[in-house]
Nanobody, 125 residues
Framework: QVQLLESGGGLVQAGDSLRVSCAAS????????MGWFRQAPGKEREFVAA????????YYADSVKGRFTISKDNAKNTAYLQMISLKPEDTAIYYC??????????????????WGQGTQVTVSS
């Protein structure tokens, strides 16, 4: 069955960097767009970043633009989210998601077919 497994989360200080990974199995990874979303306590799950099938196009939430970089390695069936200059407000559970079809917005949770279980990122001030 399809599995998305996030890893790399942890506790860091404000200003630090962190890279989270999403290892995919059970799907043709090279045919999927990938997204990262996050959910802080008491808040809705929100869009963070997305990347197209080939990796040629990327999309970011305004709050992370210039600090976060999404990438995918089709040979390794893995997507990444590199985060720099982390802020306490980046604290959340980070989820990766896979989207098969191009139609529909990258920014919406709707349209993503598969989700991981999440990895906790905590940024202390």
């Amino acid at each position: 069955q399809v599995q998305l497994l996030e890893s790399g989360g942890g506790l860091v200080q404000a200003g630090d960097s962190l890279r989270v990974s999403c290892a995919a199995s059970g799907l043709a990874f090279s045919l999927y767009h990938m997204g990262w979303f996050r959910q802080a306590p008491g808040k809705e799950r929100e869009f963070v970043a997305a990347i197209s099938v080939s990796g040629g196009s990327t999309y970011y939430a305004d709050s992370v633009k210039g600090r976060f970089t999404i990438s995918k390695d089709n040979a390794k069936n893995t997507a990444y989210l590199q985060m720099i200059s982390l802020k306490p407000e980046d604290t959340a559970i980070y989820y990766c998601a896979a989207k098969r079809v191009t139609a529909g917005s990258y920014y919406s949770k709707i349209g993503y077919n598969y989700w991981g279980q999440g990895t906790q990122v905590t940024v202390s001030s």
